[in-house]
């Protein structure tokens, strides 16, 4: 795996989470709308980033998988989804921006990594499904151009990786010169 040394990984996690963010907002009474995500409404879709969120601090601090444990099963967004979410996501940029944090070692399901290269993931996954909630919303899917760069250079070398796990589906082909949006978005499985 490349780590990123080009880019401000903290800033671009926090682009990332603040894209994803920006859709929560426009939510208003659509938590049941259906997103892009076979059967995954738009309440799951922030439940899934909610979860990957409340799992941030406790990782970057050291945290294995076992220490964590059952502590963030069950409903996260409780009444206040949207509250629940903007909880969420300052303390996981809290941890991604703290000294050291992407430096560490961090304890993934899938081995042990650099806190750099999970801070990346966890960008990615949140510019990702921006788009995939402002598509469920019908509002603009357009994310920050500079972020999307950072994130597609990042994943240029994670797609098989993540094509190989399932989490991602075929690759889409774009036009040549479509920008980075459109190409992370097909490297990913997704029509741009």
């Avoid at 799992?55 to 601090?61: D, E, G, K, M, Q």
């Avoid at 409780?78 to 509250?83: A, E, M, Q, S, Y």
């Avoid at 996501?89 to 993934?108: E, I, K, N, Q």
Wanted: contains cysteine.
């Amino acid at each position: 795996m490349t780590m990123l040394t080009t880019v401000d990984v903290r800033e671009v996690y926090t682009r990332c989470s603040a894209e994803f963010g920006a859709r929560v907002h426009a939510i208003g009474d659509r938590w049941d709308a259906p997103t892009p995500l076979p059967g995954w409404d738009v309440r799951r879709l922030v439940h899934h980033l909610v979860d990957e969120e409340m799992w941030a601090p406790p990782l970057f601090a050291g945290e294995t998988i076992e220490q964590v444990g059952s502590r963030f099963e069950g409903e996260l967004l409780g009444d206040d989804p949207v509250r629940a979410f903007d909880e969420a996501a300052a303390a996981a940029v809290t941890a991604v921006s703290a000294d050291g944090a992407l430096d560490r070692t961090v304890h993934l399901s899938f081995g042990d990594h650099p806190g750099r290269e999970y801070a990346m993931q966890l960008a990615a996954d949140h510019l990702v499904h921006a788009v995939d909630l402002a598509r469920a919303l019908g509002v603009d899917d357009t994310v920050d151009p500079a972020t999307a760069a950072a994130v597609r250079e990042w994943f240029g070398e994670m797609e098989p990786a993540y094509r190989d796990m399932g989490v991602i589906g075929p690759r889409v082909a774009v036009p040549a010169g479509a920008g980075a949006q459109a190409e992370l978005l097909g490297m990913m499985g997704r029509t741009p």
